[in-house]
């Protein structure tokens, strides 16, 4: 079981920033294609966006040109930086391999609420 790291979740105001990271340990962090997903009330949980390991990025449609996923393999981290927050992404928020491999943790908790 890979013990991930997570933090930058909170509550924040429509239109506001957060940037959340996942830092993983291990030696082959820079072989995986990465993904931050999340999960909604009563949804499933869906992948947002993704950036592989060649640093190639990929996001849902309705995130795109508002987040940015990128990676620091030195620090084995990646991270979600997200702008012009709506309600609709509130979500417990997770990191994982892309397609998962890792199993999920606990999760971080957006909320986006005036």
């Known amino acids: 079981q890979v013990q991930l790291v997570q933090s930058g979740g909170g509550l924040v105001q429509p239109g506001g920033p957060l940037r959340l990271s996942c830092t993983a340990p291990g030696s082959f962090f820079s072989a995986y294609n990465l993904g931050w997903y999340r999960q909604a009330p009563g949804k499933q949980r869906e992948l947002v966006a993704a950036?592989?390991?060649?640093?190639?990025?990929d996001y849902i449609a309705s995130v795109k040109g508002r987040f940015t996923i990128s990676r620091d393999n030195a620090k084995r981290t990646v991270y979600l930086q997200m702008t012009g927050l709506k309600p609709e992404d509130t979500a417990v928020y997770y990191c994982n391999t892309q397609p998962p491999q890792w199993g999920w943790g606990p999760g971080t908790q957006v909320t986006v609420s005036s």
């Open positions: 950036v592989s390991s060649g640093s190639s990025t």
